[in-house]
């Protein structure tokens, strides 16, 4: 905008005017008063001070007074008050601040993202739906691609750690003893591996599909099965925001009693709905520093535990392997009860490893997945290395079974709480201080898991929707890329958490717990029968597997050893739901829903769209797989040029280079 401008600041203690003007040249950038009865504009570049002729007016440079609530600002460019001309005979000491009130642009344009999008360009739509008839719907908004590579690796490393690891285990632990529960989450880690290399494939093959994740088992498996599985998947993670609320209530009781749990529950329920009606953006900062305080605290845990286990602190001495020994390593007294132990800790262990698939829900909101999703991988398996087994070993080689603060504390007013068997590997031992720090962090922790289950949830119902298995309004995105409604409603689902002032606050976390858990390997399982269904589509087609453009390690073969795996983790889940250890033979009804709630969960949404939908398919022909819809085709010779440029570029680098590019 180009104009010449009149400066001015009138002002005196009578209410006289005086003014002068001044050009400014045509470069300069100006703020725009328009009156409203004339709609003429009046440039000014002064209009940080304004001098009042009385409460209700203000004189500009042309002397026409206005009222000061008829005008509004076009700009919010404010330049010094320095920059003003006006004369030196204006009574300075008279003049008042003025605080125009317009509307602000930050906030006005907040308001106006939760509004439709006013354009979609179809090319670059992230969330689209296909009609019955197979034909591409209206374009609707996408979602942001906001995402850092930062963001990703930072939540490969950290997303998921929260109740099932840093609470949960305590119960394992003591039930099951410390070989189970290394021996079971040793083997979950590898199932783990397998699955983030299987869906980083599928997310990098196709990372504009609608439904993101969603669609694979729809579109590879059946409808059905997709909408059973996706339904119970959001189920899970809706039910996970009232579960770490409740968690985090619990938490704090190892400081204090006496204040309602529900007093923070409202802190960190009002908390989550802030961020995350600010966008993924602010979502994958705070997920950020979430996950980098886990990780900080995961690594001075390791730290800590080898120095109290080496006799280098608390009033224990040299520990070693004791509690190996005595107690043992096993609370069973024999092979079957053993084995029985180690069912047990299977379906904690996807439990504590749920979350690890979200990395493929963030794909499409990467600016560069290919890069991005190899790095993810391997910070996984860090993951699974450092902040799962190493730390299981070392709770058993620390923490006793047998600990009768495993299950419950007694405060000192003698309420039951629970504590974390980290907090109790520092203090049983006589460390001071220290536990304290790790129970901020442990809490920290849960209200992560919430955050990524708010993120998770919305977009899984939006998913749905665009489906045409959910209902309509759920498929709304705003013009941030939020899922609006999804968020409402797994905000009014939160309000569970509010339990946590209840006597019946253990219940409720146990049957939330309880669809969770066996929701993970559902959904685990048909991810890997997709990409196994998607590899042998593109061979029966005839397609080049070298088009892909992120290719699993382990390949097929690692999918099938999978997907068998998690067939015969629920068949032993269902025989440890019906008589679980250390009660022998006794059937346990209460215990077998508790683990085994999901199952009928997922029965009565894949009949009743079969039933409502008449939609008997179980399995798609795979040959009508369509293949090419929304999948990103890379050149096989391109992607070869480029890994070898890559390979010679980290070879001139240098050492600190080089390592980054191995580790990283």
């Given at each position: 905008?180009?104009?010449?401008?009149?400066?001015?600041?009138?002002?005196?203690?009578?209410?006289?005017?005086?003014?002068?003007?001044?050009?400014?040249?045509?470069?300069?950038?100006?703020?725009?008063?328009?009156?409203?009865?004339?709609?003429?504009?009046?440039?000014?570049?002064?209009?940080?001070?304004?001098?009042?002729?009385?409460?209700?007016?203000?004189?500009?440079?042309?002397?026409?007074?206005?009222?000061?609530?008829?005008?509004?600002?076009?700009?919010?460019?404010?330049?010094?008050?320095?920059?003003?001309?006006?004369?030196?005979?204006?009574?300075?000491?008279?003049?008042?601040?003025?605080?125009?009130?317009?509307?602000?642009?930050?906030?006005?344009?907040?308001?106006?993202?939760f509004k439709p999008p006013e354009e979609c360009m179809e090319s670059e739509l992230e969330l689209n739906s296909i009609d019955e008839n197979g034909h591409r719907e209206k374009p609707r908004a996408q979602l942001k691609k906001t995402m850092k590579s930062r963001h990703v690796v930072m939540m490969s490393l950290g997303t998921g750690i929260g109740t099932g690891l840093l609470v949960s285990n305590a119960s394992c632990l003591s039930l099951s003893g410390p070989a189970p529960l290394v021996?079971?989450?040793?083997?979950?880690?590898?199932?783990?591996?397998?699955?983030?290399?299987?869906?980083?494939?599928?997310?990098?093959?196709?990372?504009?599909?609608?439904?993101?994740?969603?669609?694979?088992?729809?579109?590879?498996?059946?409808?059905?099965?997709?909408?059973?599985?996706?339904?119970?998947?959001?189920?899970?993670?809706?039910?996970?925001?009232?579960?770490?609320?409740?968690?985090?209530?619990?938490?704090?009781?190892?400081?204090?009693?006496?204040?309602?749990?529900?007093?923070?529950?409202?802190?960190?329920?009002?908390?989550?709905?802030?961020?995350?009606?600010?966008?993924?953006?602010?979502?994958?900062?705070?997920?950020?520093?979430?996950?980098?305080?886990?990780?900080?605290?995961?690594?001075?845990?390791?730290?800590?535990?080898?120095?109290?286990?080496?006799?280098g602190a608390g009033h224990d001495g040299y520990i070693g392997g004791k509690y190996w020994h005595t107690p043992g390593a096993f609370v069973g007294k024999n092979s079957a009860s053993r084995f029985k132990d180690v069912c047990y800790i299977l379906v904690t262990a996807f439990f504590s490893y749920g979350g690890t698939e979200l990395f493929v829900l963030t794909i499409n909101e990467q600016p560069n997945p290919r890069k991005s999703t190899p790095t993810a991988a391997k910070t996984t398996?860090?993951?699974?290395?450092?902040?799962?087994?190493?730390?299981?070993?070392?709770?058993?080689?620390?923490?006793?079974?047998?600990?009768?603060?495993?299950?419950?504390?007694?405060?000192?007013?003698?309420?039951?709480?629970?504590?974390?068997?980290?907090?109790?590997?520092?203090?049983?031992?006589?460390?001071?201080?220290?536990?304290?720090?790790?129970?901020?962090?442990?809490?920290?922790?849960?209200?992560?898991?919430?955050?990524?289950?708010?993120?998770?949830?919305?977009?899984?119902?939006?998913?749905?929707?665009?489906?045409?298995?959910?209902?309509?309004?759920?498929?709304?995105?705003?013009?941030?890329?939020?899922?609006?409604?999804?968020?409402?409603?797994?905000?009014?689902?939160?309000?569970?958490?509010?339990?946590?002032?209840?006597?019946?606050?253990?219940?409720?976390?146990?049957?939330?717990?309880?669809?969770?858990?066996?929701?993970?390997?559902?959904?685990?399982?048909?991810?890997?029968?997709?990409?196994?269904?998607?590899?042998?589509?593109?061979?029966?087609?005839?397609?080049?597997?070298?088009?892909?453009?992120?290719?699993?390690?382990?390949?097929?073969?690692?999918?099938?050893?999978?997907?068998?795996?998690?067939?015969?983790?629920?068949?032993?889940?269902?025989?440890?739901?019906?008589?679980?250890?250390?009660?022998?033979?006794?059937?346990?009804?209460?215990?077998?829903?508790?683990?085994?709630?999901?199952?009928?969960?997922?029965?009565?949404?894949?009949?009743?769209?079969?039933?409502?939908?008449?939609?008997?398919?179980?399995?798609?022909?795979?040959?009508?797989?369509?293949?090419?819809?929304?999948?990103?085709?890379?050149?096989?010779?391109?992607?070869?040029?480029?890994?070898?440029?890559?390979?010679?570029?980290?070879?001139?680098?240098?050492?600190?280079?080089?390592?980054?590019?191995?580790?990283?």
């Amino acid at each position: 905008m180009k104009n010449n401008t009149n400066n001015s600041n009138i002002g005196s203690s009578n209410g006289n005017t005086n003014s002068t003007t001044t050009a400014a040249s045509s470069e300069e950038k100006n703020t725009q008063i328009f009156v409203t009865d004339s709609q003429v504009p009046v440039s000014t570049s002064s209009l940080d001070n304004f001098s009042m002729i009385n409460d209700d007016k203000l004189s500009l440079s042309n002397n026409q007074a206005i009222d000061k609530d008829n005008y509004t600002i076009q700009s919010d460019l404010v330049l010094d008050d320095d920059s003003s001309n006006a004369s030196s005979s204006v009574a300075k000491p008279h003049k008042r601040k003025f605080n125009i009130e317009i509307k602000n642009k930050r906030i006005k344009n907040w308001i106006d993202s939760f509004k439709p999008p006013e354009e979609c360009m179809e090319s670059e739509l992230e969330l689209n739906s296909i009609d019955e008839n197979g034909h591409r719907e209206k374009p609707r908004a996408q979602l942001k691609k906001t995402m850092k590579s930062r963001h990703v690796v930072m939540m490969s490393l950290g997303t998921g750690i929260g109740t099932g690891l840093l609470v949960s285990n305590a119960s394992c632990l003591s039930l099951s003893g410390p070989a189970p529960l290394v021996i079971g989450y040793g083997l979950v880690s590898i199932i783990t591996y397998l699955l983030i290399q299987a869906a980083g494939e599928m997310g990098v093959a196709y990372p504009t599909l609608p439904g993101n994740f969603n669609t694979y088992i729809s579109t590879f498996l059946s409808r059905p099965i997709g909408f059973a599985t996706i339904w119970l998947s959001s189920i899970q993670w809706l039910t996970v925001v009232p579960l770490e609320l409740i968690a985090a209530s619990m938490t704090i009781k190892y400081w204090t009693t006496s204040i309602s749990p529900d007093v923070f529950v409202v802190i960190f329920y009002v908390f989550l709905n802030f961020i995350h009606f600010f966008g993924t953006a602010a979502y994958g900062e705070t997920e950020f520093i979430f996950n980098l305080c886990k990780i900080l605290m995961i690594i001075g845990f390791i730290i800590l535990s080898i120095v109290i286990n080496c006799g280098g602190a608390g009033h224990d001495g040299y520990i070693g392997g004791k509690y190996w020994h005595t107690p043992g390593a096993f609370v069973g007294k024999n092979s079957a009860s053993r084995f029985k132990d180690v069912c047990y800790i299977l379906v904690t262990a996807f439990f504590s490893y749920g979350g690890t698939e979200l990395f493929v829900l963030t794909i499409n909101e990467q600016p560069n997945p290919r890069k991005s999703t190899p790095t993810a991988a391997k910070t996984t398996i860090y993951r699974i290395l450092i902040v799962y087994l190493l730390t299981m070993i070392l709770l058993g080689f620390n923490v006793p079974y047998d600990n009768k603060n495993l299950f419950s504390a007694t405060s000192s007013n003698g309420d039951s709480i629970s504590i974390s068997p980290y907090v109790l590997a520092a203090s049983i031992h006589g460390v001071k201080v220290v536990p304290h720090f790790i129970n901020a962090v442990v809490l920290i922790a849960l209200i992560s898991v919430a955050n990524s289950a708010t993120y998770a949830a919305p977009r899984m119902m939006a998913s749905l929707a665009q489906q045409g298995m959910a209902p309509k309004f759920l498929a709304y995105i705003d013009r941030e890329g939020r899922p609006i409604y999804g968020l409402l409603i797994c905000s009014l689902l939160g309000v569970i958490g509010f339990a946590a002032a209840s006597d019946k606050e253990q219940e409720v976390f146990v049957w939330l717990a309880a669809i969770a858990g066996l929701a993970t390997l559902f959904l685990w399982e048909c991810f890997f029968l997709s990409h196994i269904r998607f590899r042998w589509a593109m061979k029966v087609q005839g397609k080049d597997i070298n088009e892909v453009g992120y290719k699993a390690a382990c390949g097929i073969w690692g999918s099938i050893i999978g997907a068998c795996f998690n067939v015969l983790v629920l068949i032993a889940n269902f025989w440890v739901s019906l008589t679980p250890p250390g009660q022998g033979s006794n059937v346990s009804a209460k215990n077998f829903f508790e683990q085994m709630l999901a199952l009928p969960i997922w029965i009565f949404f894949a009949v009743g769209y079969m039933v409502i939908k008449k939609d008997w398919v179980i399995w798609n022909p795979i040959e009508s797989i369509d293949l090419d819809y929304c999948r990103k085709i890379y050149d096989p010779e391109q992607l070869k040029r480029e890994d070898e440029e890559n390979r010679e570029r980290i070879r001139n680098a240098g050492f600190w280079a080089r390592c980054r590019a191995f580790w990283c």
